[in-house]
């Protein structure tokens, strides 16, 4: 598993993302954002995915778009990344895009290492995952979620289902007494990934 790193080792605070080639394009947008809605100083570890759909789906599922289902890699690629998690003395952080965002959520339900999530655009329609928030406990204290309000337009039934199933996380989350905000970004889930993961990742080192 490749770690990109960006930022300097001394930071405190550290940002974990899974990434695919799109994310990494926009990286240092990304990072710039971060930095215009934030003073707190941070390091991100980029981690380079390379089988999106396998390595950050929590259980198996069956194709939404395309022939490609979902695997069940999670839990491998979590066990990567608790490695970076090792000074007691960092504040570690998860967060990412689209079912990377989903991952973050999912991370922080089976450890206790990340003080928060910073969910953009999370992948919230995948099937079975508001059920299995229902049912347990997340183990960090801070979430951020955020959605375009346009994302549900699909003709995909279980991806406009979308809207519904966030507002149900946010509930849960809220419910459990978990420091929870949910954004409302403007266009569809194609447009501004890297300043929506910015905003999600700024707002969680502020709280």
């Known amino acids: 598993m490749e770690i990109l790193k960006y930022g300097s080792d001394a930071a405190v605070n550290i940002l974990i993302q899974a990434v695919d080639e799109h994310d990494l394009e926009l990286i240092e947008s990304e990072i710039a954002g971060i930095k215009e809605e934030t003073t707190e100083g941070f390091c991100l570890l980029a981690v380079k995915i390379q089988d999106w759909n396998r390595e950050l789906s929590p259980w198996q599922a069956p194709a939404v778009l395309g022939k490609e289902d979902f695997g069940a890699g999670a839990a491998e690629t979590l066990k990567e990344i608790e490695k970076l998690c090792a000074d007691p003395m960092k504040n570690y952080y998860i967060g990412g895009y ?17 003080k928060g999530v910073a969910a953009a655009s999370p992948s919230m329609w995948f099937p079975g995952f508001i059920e299995y928030m229902s049912s347990r406990q997340i183990r960090c204290g ?11 337009r699909s003709r995909n039934p279980v991806m406009a289902s979308v809207s519904e199933k966030i507002r149900a996380a946010e509930k849960i989350l809220k419910e459990r007494e978990v420091q929870c905000t949910l954004e409302w ?8 990934s890297d300043l929506r993961t910015a905003k999600a990742f700024a ?3 502020q709280q």
């Open 98 to 114: 689209s079912l990377a965002g989903l991952f973050a959520l999912w991370a922080a339900y089976q450890t206790d290492l990340f």
């Open 142 to 152: 801070k979430v951020y979620l955020s959605l375009g309000d346009k994302e549900d």
């Open 185 to 192: 970004n403007p266009g569809n889930h194609f447009r501004d």
């Open 203 to 205: 707002w969680i080192l």
